[in-house]
């Protein structure tokens, strides 16, 4: 019950402290592991329905924009982490499920414009081809100067 701390220090992962420590009554030495414990994340979605936020379902989302797509897992997954690390930074405790829409398409514009029109499609409910038409048009206007794929668009 009683103890004493010999050494702290992040551990590999970086999501928690390690901490050697040693009895004082038997000088046992162990470990202990401290993680910090954050409330989840809540998606608060268009009909007012809540459910837990899931980094998973995030990145499935950017790869099935991505499908067929040259663009690397681990592109996707680092957008989905980052996308994730963002949220949870904010401190807030839900997030309308349309701010993650616009952060999801944000990432696939600068990704692939092809995944980013699909994303966008799905997303933004298009009803006929006036509405690609339109969103394909708007793109001219925003392409990010880290564009993976020029050819898509070329400078006029």
Do not use: W
């Amino acid at each position: 019950m009683e103890d004493k701390v010999i050494d702290s220090r992040i551990s590999r992962d970086g999501d928690s402290i390690r901490r050697r420590r040693e009895c004082l009554q038997c000088s046992t030495r162990f470990t202990t592991y401290e993680h910090v414990e954050q409330a989840d994340l809540l998606v608060v979605k268009r009909n007012g329905a809540r459910e837990a936020f899931d980094r998973e379902k995030l990145f499935r989302s950017f790869i099935k924009a991505c499908e067929k797509r040259p663009v690397s897992h681990e592109t996707l997954r680092r957008a989905a982490e980052q996308i994730a690390t963002e949220l949870e930074a904010g401190g807030q405790r839900e997030v309308p499920s349309q701010l993650l829409g616009l952060k999801v398409m944000d990432k696939l514009h600068s990704i692939d414009p092809v995944a980013y029109v699909r994303y966008a499609s799905v997303y933004r409910e298009f009803q006929d081809v006036g509405a690609f038409i339109n969103e394909i048009e708007s793109m001219e206007h925003r392409i990010p100067a880290n564009i993976t794929h020029p050819e898509f668009f070329p400078k006029r």
